[in-house]
């Protein structure tokens, strides 16, 4: 079974930035395409990047040109960097394989924007 911690969130104000890592167990990682996920409150999950393991990447249009997501096949990790952060992109981060989640999901990671 695949492991999946996610870390790095935390309050930042609005323009501001974080980066967001996923630690993953197994060697499977090096062969899947991955994704980062959000959930905010009161509303579904929804995909906010993927990349392939050959680094084809594709972001939800919210965070294009703000979000830039990265992967290192060789730590089993993959990261998020958020740029120009926006109240609206408050919620709970997290990874998981795409497009199809394994059933398990990490804690997520809160990612809080406000002034």
């Known amino acids: 079974q695949v492991q999946l911690v996610e870390s790095g969130g935390g309050l930042v104000q609005p323009g501001g930035s974080l980066r967001l890592s996923c630690a993953t167990s197994?060697?499977?990682?090096?062969?899947?395409?991955m994704g980062w996920y959000r959930q905010a409150p009161g509303k579904q999950r929804e995909l906010v990047a993927a990349?392939?393991?050959?680094?084809?990447?594709n972001y939800a249009d919210s965070v294009k040109g703000r979000f830039t997501i990265s992967r290192d096949n060789a730590k089993n990790t993959m990261y998020l960097q958020m740029n120009s952060l926006k109240p609206e992109d408050t919620a709970v981060y997290y990874c998981?394989?795409?497009?199809?989640?394994?059933?398990?999901w990490g804690q997520g990671t809160q990612v809080t924007v406000s002034s």
């Open positions: 197994g060697s499977i990682f090096s062969i899947i395409a």
């Open positions: 998981n394989a795409f497009p199809h989640p394994f059933a398990s």
């Open positions: 990349n392939t393991a050959g680094g084809s990447t």
